[in-house]
């Protein structure tokens, strides 16, 4: 079946380290984008991408980095810039103009 | 993009219709009304989008004012799984510049569907 799709659902990370999210499509979508959900709140986006090798800041890109070395694939990087990382984490895909389509999520967490 | 206003909670029984409202008065002629929803812990999901027409789909119906400046999600018949927080969006339906693919959520209505 086509879908996107993140891993891990949970993940945890020390104080100080960098921690990679990923998020993978196989819906042929040209555009990826990443989210983040705080508890009780709507979506922010993070990043987004057009195309392979080329991508945009959302509204909250500061602590994040991303890359798209291929059009299935669009990691996400928190970095230990980021003050605040816990969060639900979403992806999404879409063609353009299209409705976008959401993985299931990354929970992150700081011990 | 337009901003939106929803109800931030609704309750409906089971079988019958959910009639979800969503405030857009500031939308402009190029931006299309998405609707989408988020069951706890998941991502969200797609349901329906439309620019001035009425449309339905196999999940809803969006029904969109003569002047656009509201619209109203309906779920014919609602059932528990239909519980869920739902989100409707305005955004520009053209690629390009800073709006390109941003779909800003707001709080959303959380509809109850009880028994």
């Known amino acids: 079946d086509g879908g996107i799709t993140q891993s891990p659902k949970y993940l945890f990370r020390k104080e100080g380290q960098n921690v990679t999210l990923s998020c993978e499509q196989n819906?042929?979508?040209?555009?990826m984008y990443w989210y983040r959900q705080d508890p009780g709140q709507g979506l922010r986006l993070i990043y987004y991408s057009q195309i392979v090798n080329d991508f945009q800041k959302g509204d909250i890109a500061e602590g994040y980095s991303v890359s798209r070395e291929k059009k299935e694939s669009f990691p996400l990087t928190v970095t230990s810039a980021q003050k605040n990382p816990t969060a639900f984490y979403l992806c999404?895909?879409?063609?353009?103009?299209?409705?976008?389509?959401f993985g299931d999520g990354t929970r992150l967490s700081i011990l | 993009d337009a901003k939106t206003t929803q109800p931030p909670s609704m309750d409906c029984a089971e079988g019958r219709a959910a009639n979800l409202p969503c405030n857009h008065s500031?939308?402009?002629?190029?931006?299309?009304v998405y609707w989408y929803r988020q069951i706890h812990s998941q991502g969200p999901q797609y349901i329906i989008h439309?620019?001035?027409n009425n449309e339905t789909n196999e999940m809803a119906s969006l029904i969109i004012t003569e002047d656009r400046k509201s619209s109203t999600l309906i779920l014919p018949h609602a059932t528990l799984r239909d519980t869920a927080v739902y989100y409707c969006i305005v955004r520009v339906g053209r690629a390009g510049g800073t709006s390109y693919g941003k779909l800003t959520f707001g709080q959303g209505t959380i509809l109850t569907v009880h028994p």
């Open positions: 500031t939308i402009s002629g190029n931006e299309y």
């Open positions: 999404a895909s879409s063609i353009v103009d299209q409705p976008q389509h």
């Open positions: 819906l042929n979508h040209d555009a």
């Open positions: 439309g620019l001035k």
